[in-house]
């Protein structure tokens, strides 16, 4: 697993049908800055035996995770959800709507990313990064917690999606997506993704 096959993937996905438009260009180079930090938070969660699995299956679900919470719009990566529309798990606080969840991973406010919540959101590489080891903190816990033997990825993203289950009756998409896409993904990166992490 490297980070050129990270990017490969997440440059072959389409853009968000919703949110402000953004520039290809602008667009590919965000997308290398999230594949850069997917690589990073995956190794280093494998590292530190917080992950039981391989860093390719956390690189994967944590792409997984990217795609269902957010399609990776910009505008929400950036940390401008619209609360009015329903992006970003809204609530009411003291009178007015405000988002319980932040990044392209839609974390909520949890002991594991609490003591950098408010420097989770935001387009920066280190912002990026924050997110990325973020969700892979809650993905690794929700394995450790849910998984049993081979039977892994729909425990995993059911306990993430809900914060709490290893059994949730939507999680049926999110499984057929990474064996769909992160699966099969290719075996050799695009020219595009090289020349992009090379820039």
Known sequence: MNPAIILTVLLSLPPAQYGPPEAPKARAERLTTIARTIY????????????PGSAAELAGTLVTVGWWESRFARHIHAGKCRVRLGECDPARRRGRLVP??????????????????????????????????????VLSLARRSCARGARWLAPTLSRYATGKSCRWRKVGPRVAWYARVWLRRPTTPSRQALALLRG
Do not use: E, F, M, N
Request: proline share 4%; charged share 20%.
């Open 40 to 51: 990073r938070a995956a190794r280093g969660a494998v590292a530190k035996k917080d992950w």
């Open 100 to 137: 319980l969840a932040r990044t392209i991973y839609q974390l909520q406010r949890t002991t594991l990313v609490a003591p950098y919540w408010k420097q989770l959101a935001g387009l920066s590489p280190l912002a990026t990064y924050r997110a990325s080891w973020g969700a892979a903190r």
